[in-house]
């Protein structure tokens, strides 16, 4: 086990509504990257987050937004819902944003969009 | 990032070795190779990573060629839960902005008791 941890473990939402999920880091770490693995494939990232700031994004639209909180855990917020964004949804933190290739995953949260 | 090539799956006998091989024959001189692996239903797990030199930790060696264009991952007595998806990525250590990891398809690999 990792130390992170993820909530819910799986959701189910309807096409348009907002989805919240939440990522707690392993212990000292400041760096939160967030994925999203749709099935099959491999993991895609979304964004990573530094000491509250967003440090990098993917080719995500805006809907995907983020926080990260002063002792690290860390938010996804994904706004107006489509069926392709059921996925499973991974968090990763790493020791800090030079070391940020060692990451660390959580088990993720499996959304469906119907 | 040098883009990595893996056999989409491979076999291994419980008990033995299991290779897994990656090439990234475009990786320049500042990056790293990175294996993860990701057991089904699971969130990817970090296993070792290197620059130019053969490594080693409590799960796996890593071997790079002497040109770096490839790389073998090390599994050196494999059981059952090691069946997993393999994913070998080439990135840069630090610097500039975060883009995160880029995951191919991986090597599925499989052993078999």
């Known amino acids: 086990e990792t130390g992170v941890t993820q909530s819910p473990t799986h959701l189910i939402k309807t096409r348009g509504q907002q989805v919240t999920l939440r990522c707690s880091s392993q212990s000292g770490h400041n760096t939160v990257s967030w994925y999203q693995q749709a099935l099959g494939q491999g993991p895609q990232f979304i964004f990573q987050y530094y000491r509250e700031e967003e440090n990098g994004r993917g080719n995500f639209p805006p809907r995907f937004s983020g926080l990260q909180f002063p002792n690290y855990s860390s938010e996804l917020n994904v706004n107006a819902l489509e069926l392709d964004d059921s996925a499973l949804y991974l968090c990763?933190?790493?020791?800090?944003?030079?070391?940020?290739?060692?990451?660390?995953f959580g088990p993720g949260t499996r959304l469906t969009v119907t | 990032d040098a883009k990595t090539t893996q056999p989409p799956s491979m076999d291994c006998a419980e008990g033995r070795a299991a290779n897994l091989p990656c090439n990234h024959s475009t990786i320049s001189g500042n990056e790293y190779v990175y294996w993860y692996r990701q057991i089904h239903s699971q969130g990817p797990q970090y296993i070792i990573h290197?620059?130019?030199n053969n490594e080693t930790n409590e799960m796996a060696s890593l071997i790079i060629t002497e040109d770096r264009k490839s790389s073998t991952l090390i599994l050196p007595h494999a059981t059952l839960r090691d069946t997993a998806v393999y994913y070998c990525i080439v990135r840069g250590y630090s610097g500039g902005g975060a883009d995160g990891l880029t995951f191919g398809k991986g090597t599925h690999l499989i052993i078999q008791p």
């Open positions: 990763a933190s790493s020791p800090d944003r030079i070391l940020r290739n060692e990451q660390y």
């Open positions: 290197g620059l130019k």
